[in-house]
């Protein structure tokens, strides 16, 4: 279909209409400066007029500008303004997207591995730079022609070293409903662990022909992701083994901190339930980010949590979907029923001892175990205002969760006097939970506060991280500069 080609400056010629999204429209056309075709994403004119929808389709050339250059990530070439409507231009990939390979029913388990690898390094590479994508489906899922996966918009990606104020508001929820974690669906902030969810539902798609909690609209599926429990994938009728049932239950968990601890980790774990069907299993290997991002076998005991609000809170998502399925952008602040403070300290700390074995194939694991013992009889204060900058009182655990991620991505670009405060607090409020991101954020405070000089008060913090989730080569290496 052609187009009006003043839509575009004159380097971009002959462009032509391949697609709509939720915010304008993808043109495909020919970049006559360095001889190749292009892809552009152009904002709809009437956002274009919507000073806050402008900032955030800027905001998604950027933070997809930051992971150029991963080959499972499309690579952005440019960003302007053409007759005041912005403009994203980005690398065509003329295969299509996994979405359309899987309209015709359920996929291989080969391919499904094969694309979901590619999926899985491409987020976790964004985990590391802090960003967690929060929209992950097959139609995001571009494919080039030679069938390899690249991750794209970034457009309500979260970027955990940048405030979001303004742009998020707290309990705004953002994503495709069929897909969205059940921490989104209530509002809460998403993390690294709801990519490893939204992946879990591709994953359940492909191989099924069908998602996990498809119901006839995206507000009945949206309640289903918070209250339902997770089908039987093997009961689909399509061969699957009951070993992956297992899998899927850990990945499609309805507290995060129970699932897998990154994207490669679940595609490993499925890969091994698939073996018999889809060859010797071959474990990823571990990303590298720091422990906050990459993380090890959950160990947390289950947490009490009131249900009394849960219906409510089911209709605001339903409400909130709603709007999605009206407007195509899925924005809406829902209520909180202040029920998600941190459980009573633990009486017993569970570790995680990692053992290196070789199979026969001389093919490298790793075997997590989980000793319990005893509490520690102190752990590093931070409520002390002679302690640090960590004040301000306690959050919420899904406040606290979000201010460790905060801090990762700034420890990442080397903001260690900006993560201090964030992680230390974050620390505060979730000290004696035994969860893993108590270990995150006692991480993330005893790295910066090493970083900065201060060894007195960063090995404590290193000690009681290890302590909840077991020896890790990023703690021993923050110890050593203490040496």
């Not at 009573?344 to 990692?354: A, D, G, H, I, S």
């Not at 004040?391 to 990762?408: F, H, M, N, P, Y």
């Not at 910066?448 to 000690?463: E, I, S």
Request: negative net charge; aromatic residues 4%.
């Amino acid at each position: 279909m052609a187009s009006d080609t003043r839509l575009l400056p004159e380097r971009y010629a002959s462009p032509r209409l391949i697609g709509r999204g939720g915010m304008g429209e993808i043109y495909v056309a020919d970049d006559t400066v360095l001889g190749r075709k292009v892809a552009v994403k152009l904002l709809d004119e009437r956002f274009a007029r919507d000073g806050q929808v402008r900032r955030r389709f800027t905001r998604e050339a950027l933070t997809a500008a930051k992971l150029s250059g991963h080959p499972n990530i499309v690579t952005i070439f440019d960003v302007g303004e053409c007759d005041g409507r912005p403009f994203i231009v980005m690398e065509y990939l003329g295969g299509g997207t996994v979405a359309d390979a899987a309209r015709s029913g359920p996929v291989a388990s080969a391919q499904t591995l094969a694309w979901l690898e590619e999926a899985a390094a491409a987020l976790e590479e964004a985990h590391a730079a802090g960003i967690v994508h929060r929209d992950v489906k097959p139609a995001n899922l571009l494919l080039d022609e030679r069938n390899r996966v690249h991750v794209g918009d970034y457009g309500i990606a979260r970027v955990a070293d940048e405030s979001t104020a303004g742009m998020t508001a707290a309990g705004t929820i953002l994503g495709t409903a069929g897909y969205l974690s059940p921490e989104q669906a209530r509002g809460e902030p998403a993390t690294r662990a709801s990519d490893v969810y939204s992946l879990a539902v591709v994953a359940f798609e492909l191989l099924t022909g069908g998602r996990p909690f498809e119901r006839g609209s995206a507000t009945e599926e949206a309640a289903a992701h918070i209250s339902d429990a997770v089908p039987a994938a093997s009961s689909r009728g399509v061969g699957l083994p009951a070993a992956v049932d297992a899998v899927f239950e850990r990945a499609l968990a309805k507290d995060p901190v129970d699932r897998q601890p990154s994207p490669g980790a679940f595609v490993a774990a499925l890969r091994g339930a698939l073996a018999p069907d889809a060859g010797t299993t071959r474990v990823l290997a571990a990303p590298t980010v720091p422990p906050a991002a990459a993380r090890p076998e959950p160990v947390a005991p289950p947490r009490r949590r009131s249900t009394g609000s849960r219906y409510g809170r089911v209709l605001l998502a339903a409400l909130v979907l709603a709007a999605l399925a009206a407007g195509g952008v899925l924005a809406a602040v829902m209520g909180s029923d202040g029920d998600e403070t941190a459980s009573p300290p633990n009486q017993q700390v569970k570790t995680v001892t990692r053992t290196k074995v070789t199979t026969q194939q001389g093919e490298a694991t790793t075997v997590f175990q989980t000793t319990t013992v005893p509490a520690p009889e102190t752990a590093p204060s931070t409520t002390d205002g002679n302690q640090g900058p960590g004040g301000g009182g306690k959050v919420s655990r899904g406040e606290a969760i979000s201010l460790t991620d905060q801090a990762t991505g700034l420890m990442n670009s080397g903001d260690y006097e900006g993560a201090l405060p964030l992680a230390l607090r974050a620390y505060q409020s979730l000290k004696g939970t035994g969860e893993l991101y108590e270990a995150y954020a006692a991480y993330d405070a005893g790295k910066a506060y090493v970083m900065l000089g201060d060894c007195q008060r960063g090995l404590p913090l290193l000690d009681a991280s290890e302590r909840i989730q077991g020896p890790r080569q990023e703690i021993d290496d923050a110890r050593e500069r203490c040496a």
